[in-house]
């Protein structure tokens, strides 16, 4: 079993930035990809971003150019840096871990609002 504890978020004007971080615990040896995902109300979950053991990183087309997805295997921690917040990255965000299955994390509020 792998844990996963986010922490960031919060509250941002359009145009800030914000950064979130998860570590993870637990029987982390077999955990290829780490990544994030986020639910905004009413709509289905979506793949923000992932990255390998390797450090090759993938964004959703709506996150590209602004957020960057970033791991640290000796810490086991995955950050998501987010500059040029827009109202539509208001979600809830979820740390994913991936050794076969999948791993969440419980969740942090991203709110871009002025």
């Known amino acids: 079993q792998v844990q996963l504890v986010e922490s960031g978020g919060g509250l941002v004007q359009p145009g800030g930035s914000l950064r979130l971080s998860c570590a993870a615990s637990g029987s982390i040896f077999r955990i290829d990809l780490m990544g994030w995902y986020r639910q905004a109300p009413g709509k289905q979950r979506e793949l923000v971003a992932f990255i390998t053991n390797g450090g090759t990183a993938n964004y959703a087309d709506s996150v590209k150019g602004r957020f960057t997805i970033s791991r640290d295997n000796a810490k086991n921690t995955v950050s998501l840096q987010m500059n040029s917040l827009k109202p539509e990255d208001t979600a809830v965000y979820f740390c994913?871990?991936?050794?076969?299955?999948?791993?969440w994390g419980q969740g942090t509020q991203v709110t871009v609002s002025s």
């Open positions: 994913n871990a991936r050794d076969g299955s999948y791993y």
